[in-house]
């Protein structure tokens, strides 16, 4: 149980389009998301924390007009880098927690961007 | 601020040996403490989480203990396997289900 998917497992883009990232929990419904940021040998970064039904909660320092985030269901949430450059190039994991799974963050299998 | 440290980046032992790594933190107090391990190119898979008031927690060939006053947690794997070869990350949460604080990892090698 408590299984949390993403998509695309990897993408790679042009300097100025927009990447849409989808977190899927599969079997529990997920009341809160996370999402976090993974430089290469460096700790992972929240970036947000989101609520379904309601706008997320940025971290210091993240762009909210850059980092778009959607929670409209308790099973999905959405993350969209928008105009991305190639310094938003990194590895991008979403968590979910509630429901079954209310004791602590189930992680999905992470997304790799890379922006030419 | 917020600071959680582990203790080594890498740390390698022979196979069949126990693997103990450390965590400490400062200017935080968590309610609760997990420990998480992590392949490459792969999201973190949670393990075990052990509230701070409790000492120790167990799991199959995983030991995690919990000093509130020294501020620290240790992870130990007994009996290691070339399997366990990944990298174990520290996390802290004020409540469960909260957002959690990461540190860096240590990574761990097995060799057989």
């Known amino acids: 149980g408590a299984v949390v998917s993403q998509h695309p497992s990897w993408v790679i883009c042009k300097s100025g389009t927009s990447v849409k990232i989808e977190c899927r929990s599969l079997d529990f419904q997920a009341t809160t998301m996370f999402w976090y940021r993974q430089f290469p040998k460096q700790s992972l970064m929240l970036m947000a924390t989101s609520n379904e039904g309601s706008k997320a909660t940025y971290e210091q320092g993240v762009e909210k007009d850059k980092f778009l985030i959607n929670h409209a269901s308790l099973t999905l949430s959405t993350l969209t880098v928008t105009s991305a450059h190639p310094e938003d190039s990194s590895f991008y994991i979403c968590?979910?927690?509630?429901?079954?799974?209310?004791?602590?963050?189930?992680f999905g299998p992470g997304t790799r961007l890379t922006v030419l | 601020s917020q600071k959680i440290e582990q203790n080594s980046e890498a740390l390698n032992i022979q196979e069949g040996k126990t693997a103990t790594l450390t965590c400490n933190y400062t200017?935080?107090?968590?309610?609760?403490l997990q420990w998480y391990r992590q392949d490459p190119g792969r999201g973190p898979v949670f393990l075990l989480l052990i509230r701070e008031n409790e000492k120790e927690k167990r799991k199959e060939r995983l030991k995690v203990t919990f000093d509130t006053t020294l501020k620290q947690s240790l992870f130990h794997i007994t009996a290691s396997q070339p399997a366990d070869s990944a990298t174990y990350l520290c996390a802290l949460a004020n409540q469960a289900g909260t957002a959690l604080i990461f540190g860096k990892g240590t990574t761990l090698s097995v060799s057989s």
């Open positions: 200017n935080y107090s968590p309610a609760y």
């Open positions: 968590s979910a927690s509630g429901g079954t799974a209310s004791d602590t963050q189930y």
